[in-house]
């Protein structure tokens, strides 16, 4: 065998074992939707082609969280890690929602009232850590110390994925149905399951508000300091007029049959609310929670059916 054909054996031998060790096809390499510079501030890839996860084994890299993604919808996620001699590494996360409303989501899954930094459609910075939603995308920076070159590091990561991302994405609609005074902005959740509502407020172990495929909603807090008010809503939108109609149907029998809950008014204990108000407007759910006065749980109850209209 001549020295030539050896050489071109052993090229091809390194690039299948290269491409074995990634473990990723041609195909998803065209699917990355960043592109990073060698180095930022010396930090630099560990590896060039990220780890890649889809819904099927998002396990595999979050254990605690990975169901909260899927419910929203989540396609792929690209996972980076950026290494410094005698530094800390830092973590990159883009998360491929599939569409806004599910990056809107994902982002809002947490509290978020840190400072907000500009970056993306909305954006939380905290010394070490950098969330934000752009797009389809939710993307999660965090270092893993803290000193000032690498938060530096990880706002210019945050800027160069912001830059590559064209499109800014909008808010749910069911977002704009919303009154804004005393709107907790750090205390909106959207949703499209069951599940992931009863993580942020426990209604029941059972899908008595019959949240499925075709449905969201959102969660809210408002706070109204000078009537010393604070109560939650929950507006969930179906796919049809008479599924709304039939589910608040349900929810007040279950409270008029309850004879420790005589009317909706005085209803105390089931779900661990104090009040509730329940009221169906074309194919919307709405539930008015915890308000101290009830001129004030009509109040917004009759803002947010206009909001409908």
Not at 50 to 73: C, H, K
Not at 251 to 270: C, D, H, M, N, R
Request: glycine share 6%; with cysteine; net charge negative.
């Amino acid at each position: 065998m001549s020295k030539k054909k050896e050489c071109i054996i052993v090229i091809l031998l390194i690039f299948i074992v290269s491409c074995k060790s990634i473990n990723v096809s041609e195909a998803d390499v065209k699917n990355i939707p960043i592109v990073f510079p060698e180095s930022v501030n010396q930090w630099s890839l560990v590896k060039p082609i990220p780890d890649q996860y889809t819904a099927d084994n998002l396990y595999d890299y979050i254990d605690g969280n990975a169901e909260v993604y899927r419910s929203l919808g989540v396609k792929e996620v690209f996972a980076y890690r950026w290494s410094r001699p005698k530094e800390a590494d830092i973590i990159v996360d883009i998360f491929d929602m599939g569409d806004s409303n599910g990056a809107y989501g994902a982002y809002h899954n947490d509290i978020r009232d840190q400072k907000e930094i500009g970056i993306g459609a909305e954006s939380e910075y905290m010394n070490n850590s950098l969330a934000f939603w752009k797009s389809k995308y939710f993307i999660c920076i965090t270092g893993m110390g803290d000193s000032h070159e690498l938060n530096q590091t990880i706002l210019e990561l945050g800027k160069c994925i912001d830059r590559q991302i064209p499109d800014k994405g909008n808010p749910p609609k069911i977002i704009h149905v919303l009154p804004d005074k005393g709107l907790m902005k750090s205390h909106i959740h959207y949703f499209k399951d069951f599940n992931l509502l009863n993580v942020h407020y426990f209604i029941s172990n059972e899908n008595i508000l019959g949240i499925d495929n075709g449905c969201e909603g959102v969660l809210v807090r408002y706070s109204l300091p000078e009537s010393q008010e604070q109560f939650n809503v929950i507006i969930i939108k179906y796919p049809k007029k008479e599924r709304a109609k039939i589910i608040a149907k349900n929810l007040k029998e279950i409270l008029e049959q309850s004879k420790e809950f005589p009317t909706q008014e005085k209803a105390s204990g089931i779900w661990e609310f104090k009040s509730i108000l329940i009221h169906q407007k074309k194919n919307y759910l709405i539930l008015i929670i915890d308000w101290q006065k009830k001129e004030i749980g009509d109040l917004y109850l009759n803002q947010i059916i206009n909001k409908i209209e």
